[in-house]
């Protein structure tokens, strides 16, 4: 299939020559949301901290506003007056009640395992994550997923977090692939816009997002149908974006 790609580097724009992309070589996997569940932990953790300074987060802005606006709780608490000081000292309390949160069984996304097992077999895989290291590690062994993946990147790994490129850049140099040998998988906005400034196509699974209004080249619903996509229909696909 052919498409058109935009680069976008840390510094500057550059557009990309057209390629062809028959079967990628590698999948560059996102995790909080597209392979785990760990979302309702990480904002359960958030919100019982601010709680606990007076500060009521609106339920519905982890899919609102994180999910879509990568605008986090702690930029809501800051918009209620919060100074800095005191939203560093509430973000290092909050990272240690998540880790201890992540001690405990950490689910899947349905079929996750299933497919993460299959697509090994055909692909080479990474995990591309915003999370810190050591949350991603706990993941990673709690859940089983390590040897699945030749290499993971936290937000220690790079200087930007997305939707900044700088995740996806990196994970291509680790690869040593071009943009064009690889696919992003993610479930977010601002994942999606990552790879895609990154150059990459970019797969979203998300069960309400709109295809035409994502900058995500192709919607599925769920992670199940993601084997079919990739070993069937990706030959014949042709994005509209």
């Known amino acids: 299939?052919?498409?058109?790609?935009?680069?976008?580097?840390?510094?500057?724009?550059?557009?990309?020559?057209?390629?062809?992309?028959?079967?990628?070589?590698?999948?560059?996997?996102d995790c909080d949301g597209t392979i785990v569940n760990s979302g309702p932990y990480y904002f359960a953790a958030t919100g019982q901290i601010l709680t606990e300074c007076?500060?009521?987060?609106?339920?519905?802005?982890?899919?609102?506003?994180?999910?879509?606006?990568?605008?986090?709780?702690f930029d809501y608490a800051r918009s209620r007056g919060m100074d800095e000081q005191t939203i560093q000292i509430l973000?290092?309390?909050?990272?240690?009640?998540?880790e201890d949160m992540l001690q405990g069984d950490i689910p899947l996304m349905d079929g996750?395992?299933?497919?993460?097992?299959?697509?090994?077999?055909s692909y080479r895989m990474a995990m591309v994550s915003n999370s810190r290291r050591?949350?991603?590690?706990?993941?990673?062994?709690?859940?089983?997923?390590?040897?699945?993946?030749?290499?993971?990147?936290?937000?220690?790994d790079f200087a930007k977090e997305k939707p900044a490129p700088d995740p996806y850049i990196t994970a291509l140099q680790r690869s040593g692939l071009a943009p064009g040998e690889c696919i992003a998988i993610e479930d977010s906005v601002f994942g999606i816009q990552s790879a895609t400034r990154a150059g990459l196509f970019c797969i979203a699974i998300?069960?309400?997002?709109?295809?035409?209004?994502t900058p995500a080249h192709k919607v599925i619903r769920t992670i199940r149908e993601l084997s079919v996509f990739l070993l069937e229909d990706l030959v014949s696909y042709k994005p509209q974006k």
Not at 91 to 98: D, E, F, I, S, T
Not at 134 to 156: G, M, N, V, W, Y
């Open 206 to 213: 998300h069960k309400t997002m709109d295809e035409s209004k």
């Open 91 to 98: 973000k290092k309390k909050r990272n240690v009640l998540y």
């Open 112 to 121: 996750a395992m299933e497919t993460l097992t299959s697509l090994s077999k």
């Open 1 to 29: 299939m052919i498409f058109s790609v935009w680069y976008s580097s840390p510094i500057d724009s550059v557009e990309l020559d057209r390629y062809y992309i028959d079967m990628p070589e590698m999948l560059f996997w």
């Open 54 to 73: 007076g500060i009521q987060v609106p339920q519905n802005f982890f899919e609102v506003q994180y999910m879509q606006n990568h605008r986090s709780a």
């Open 134 to 156: 050591k949350h991603l590690d706990q993941i990673l062994d709690r859940c089983l997923l390590r040897p699945l993946f030749e290499f993971t990147l936290a937000s220690e």
